[in-house]
């Protein structure tokens, strides 16, 4: 029988891990003591940016009630800045936990996507232009800093 509680233990080399050690580059859009936000490279729509807590925790489960509570204050912050940036008030909010979901990177992130669902596209597949993310990012921080 499955073992429904049995996870992937943390990997200290995972990529979200290695940003938070400024090993790898990223596009940030937001950060403080204990978040980070950074375009997705591999966005599902224009603005795609994922948020992640500054703990170390491959899914929910790990997730510490004052992490808990900073992504979410950081991903409002976020979807904000995409509602002012895309003129939009559709962003979807998601967060996959366990490779069974679809989960392929064990650092708990949320995805801030603005799209609606039925024009969501393929999960992690095509990498964007790295001018076209630094510009998003740049323009969703200086509204997030207004
Ligand atoms: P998950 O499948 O774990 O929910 O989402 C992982 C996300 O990380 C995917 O949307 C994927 O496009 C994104 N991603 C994977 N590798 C990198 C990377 O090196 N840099 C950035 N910024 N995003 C990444």
Redo the contacts with the bound molecule.
């Keep these: 029988m499955t073992d429904v509680n049995q996870q992937t233990a943390y990997d200290n080399n995972n990529?979200?891990a290695k940003?938070l050690d400024g090993d790898?580059p990223?596009?940030k859009v937001y950060e403080d003591d204990k978040t980070l936000a950074?375009?997705?490279?591999?966005?599902?729509a224009e603005g795609?940016v994922?948020v992640i807590p500054k703990q170390k925790a491959v899914d929910l489960t790990d997730l510490e009630p004052e992490y808990a509570a900073a992504v979410l204050m950081t991903s409002k912050k976020v979807m904000q800045a995409q509602r002012q940036v895309f003129e939009r008030e559709g962003v979807i909010q998601?967060?996959?936990n366990g490779s069974q979901?679809?989960?392929?990177?064990?650092h708990y992130?949320v995805?801030l996507i603005p799209s609606s669902i039925h024009e969501l596209g393929r999960?992690?597949?095509t990498q964007a232009d790295n001018n076209d993310?630094a510009d998003i990012a740049q323009k969703l921080a200086a509204v997030i800093d207004a």
């Design positions: 990529i979200f940003m790898i990223y596009y950074f375009m997705d490279i591999m966005p599902q795609h994922l998601m967060q996959l979901a679809g989960q392929t990177v064990f992130h995805h999960h992690a597949v993310l």
